[in-house]
């Protein structure tokens, strides 16, 4: 049995967030961070724009912190690891391997993952969900291969995948099923605007199309709209959305329809166990009620962090800052 005093499990920025206010106010607490991927936390908002356009994508500048600063500060890494069970009352979790770590508190930073349209064939070949490392390079990859190019969706993903496509002078297109381009943020006259911008720089845009499903055999062959119209295609990037990874902890108190339900501290309801970044169901001070912090929040502001005066005090929100999303890279 391996016992630690903190355990974070999900090696993204928020977890990794979480190592650095740990150690800035305790020093000498046994902390061990575990992560599905292979990779150490990354900037996963990077993928869609900079890293996904470069020629040489360097993988180094991604990391935040970087491998070095975990054995600098004592912090042990479990990359390529899943925790299969999380038991709340005995304050343990197990790892697929078959160990155990004993927690006295826990972090949850699993993030989230795609959505999935309920349509056939989301599982073909060069369908690609841009959520990770392997993903933008399966993507680039898959890109310089392919003739045209489809985008499913029309949120702030599918905009920053499409302009960076575009900008890397593939044929692209986009296909969504409302009348403008992130409609959920946008007032219409100024939607309108952003989407007629990326049809004058060359993305062929199908809007008001709603996907029925992909039809081929192995790979790709075309996209099937509800209205009946097929598209010819031999790629498509899908980003219909993201929903909480909430598998570890589903027919608990943790897990909700939205998130994780915290409080101002993002404390769950089980005292000592704290969930941040896509994970995390927050109040909102501004509209009321609560919200997901991705977008609003970074999850590098989202971490939680011990409270200086003793190791036993609950984590703390810091100040959040405002993340600050380019759609018009164009």
């Keep these: 049995m391996i016992r630690r005093d903190y355990l974070i499990v999900g090696a993204s920025i928020g977890g990794a967030s979480a190592c650095e206010g740990i150690r800035k106010y305790d020093k000498r607490g046994s902390v061990t961070l ?52 999380f038991n709340i009352e005995r ?9 155990s770590i004993e927690f006295n508190k826990a972090c949850l930073a699993m993030g989230s993952r795609p959505v999935r349209p309920p349509v056939a064939g989301t599982n ?31 949120g702030l993903l599918a905009c920053e995948a499409a302009a960076s496509l575009r900008l890397m002078k593939h044929k692209v297109g986009l296909m969504h099923r409302d009348p403008f381009l992130l409609n959920r943020y946008l007032d219409p006259e100024t939607g309108t605007w952003l989407t007629d911008y990326f049809a004058k720089h060359g993305v062929v845009l ?44 589903r027919n608990t108190p943790l897990s909700g329809p939205h998130g994780s339900p915290v409080t101002e501290y993002l404390e769950t309801e089980e005292k000592g166990i704290y969930a941040v970044g896509d994970l995390a169901f927050y109040p909102d001070r501004i509209m009321g009620g609560k919200s997901l912090l991705p977008v609003i929040i970074k999850a590098t502001s989202s971490g939680p962090f011990c409270c200086a005066s003793n190791r036993s005090a609950r984590w703390i929100l810091p100040r959040p800052s405002c993340a600050k999303p380019k759609a018009n890279e164009l």
């Design 124 to 154: 073909l070949g060069n369908v690609i969900y841009l959520r990770t490392i392997r993903d933008a390079l399966a993507l680039r990859e898959m890109a310089n291969l392919e003739r045209g190019i489809m985008v499913v969706g029309g």
């Design 206 to 249: 199908s809007m008001g199309e709603s996907l029925n499903g992909f039809e081929g055999k192995t790979v790709l062959r075309n996209i099937q709209t509800k209205s009946g119209n097929r598209f010819p295609v031999g790629l498509a990037v899908v980003a219909c959305g993201a929903e909480p990874n909430l598998d570890l902890v």
């Design 34 to 85: 575990v992560g599905a991927e292979v990779f150490p936390p990354y900037k996963r908002w990077i993928l869609s724009k900079s890293f996904l356009r470069e020629k040489e994508p360097n993988l180094k500048k991604l990391q935040e912190p970087d491998e070095r600063w975990f054995r600098a500060h004592k912090i042990e890494t479990r990359f390529g690891t899943l925790v299969t069970q």
């Design 91 to 99: 304050r343990l979790a197990v790892l697929a391997n078959g160990e």
